[in-house]
């Protein structure tokens, strides 16, 4: 099963308004639908990907027997969410660095949504009724219900004052349905970001073989690869070391974009298969649909790339 997505707000901070919405806090973590109706609980990505193994922690969401749960894995660094610190967690299987990772710096489940409860099919219910269900719910360590607020104006506010993410906009009558993205949830980010494919990279200019930059894309209608931009920031320590062992594993003999790089990208950039896919933040795009001062904060196997969609 996938998540039900949210729609984009038209503008920064322009929300839904009025009695009929519900608003929550847009988190900076890994999507996940939670399912114990088997026993042990199995956790799953966007991309349907089973992710369990990386977070030992949250074994004990068994205390939810027959259940279908939907939040936001979310590792805190300085008191709000780091997608920069859980990317070091969302590739680890090795059961024992998983433990060790866990032990030292264990993740949170923030839970907003509950599609399958004690035999029961709860996608047809309404959010408040879904709401309601949750709140009934005794929740193990490390899973929390994330909270829901009234105000969605004083929520953006707050979450900009204390650099969360956003602000998720929820209609109160509204249906769960499973791979939607639906005009019933709004999200409105403090800070653009979007999962970009890697068409191919650069070398640093000093000549010490380490990477430089990224040649990001994003997959058309057609499946074509457009064009996104260069981006350099963010590129250091592990992430690029483990980025340029992949790289070399994608190599390609030419440039899979199908728009031209401009030379100034172009040159010294070597190509690759447009397989692997990396979260990226950026302030916003140019009117060609490139990304203004991009920053790379890590891999992403958890889902596929945003498409691509006219600025």
């Known amino acids: 099963m996938q998540p039900m997505l949210a729609t984009p707000a038209a503008s920064p901070g322009v929300l839904p308004r009025g009695k009929d919405w519900a608003f929550e ?14 026993g042990a609980p199995r956790l799953w990505s966007r991309a349907e990907n ?12 068994a205390a939810v027997p027959d259940a279908v749960l939907d939040g936001e894995i979310v590792l805190l660094a300085g008191g709000v969410p780091s997608f920069a610190a859980l990317a070091e967690r969302m590739h680890v299987r090795d059961a024992r660095r998983a433990r060790a990772l866990a032990d030292a710096r264990p993740v949170t489940y923030l839970v907003f949504d509950v599609l ?26 490390h899973v929390e219900l994330s909270p829901v607020y009234d105000d969605g104006e004083q929520l953006w506010a707050v979450t ?44 640093e200019s000093t000549g010490t073989g380490r990477l430089g930059a990224l040649l990001l894309g994003a997959p058309d209608a057609d499946g074509a690869l457009q064009y996104l931009g260069r981006a350099g920031s963010g590129l250091a320590g592990p992430l690029a070391a483990s ?4 790289l070399d594993e994608h190599r390609a003999g030419t440039s899979r974009f199908v728009d031209d790089v401009p030379p100034a990208d172009a040159r010294g950039a070597r190509w690759c298969e447009p397989t692997l896919v990396v979260d990226v933040r950026y302030l916003t795009r140019t009117p060609s649909g490139r990304l203004r001062q991009p920053v790379v904060r890590g891999l992403r196997t958890d889902t596929g790339p945003d498409p691509w969609e006219a600025p």
Do not use: N
């Open 25 to 38: 806090v847009k988190w900076d973590g890994v999507r996940a639908l939670a399912d114990t109706r088997t």
């Open 50 to 61: 089973d992710i369990t193994d990386a977070y030992p922690e949250l074994s004990g969401l």
């Open 116 to 141: 399958h409860l004690g035999g029961r099919d709860l996608t047809s219910t309404t959010y408040d009724e879904r709401r309601a269900v949750l709140d009934t719910l005794a929740l193990p360590p």
């Open 160 to 203: 900009a004052e204390h650099g969360l993410e956003g602000v998720v906009a929820k209609r109160r009558s509204s249906v769960y349905r499973p791979g939607r993205r639906s005009p019933d949830w709004v999200k409105a980010p403090h800070h653009r970001t979007r999962a970009a494919l890697v068409g191919g990279w650069r070398e």
């Open 243 to 246: 980025l340029r062992t992949l």
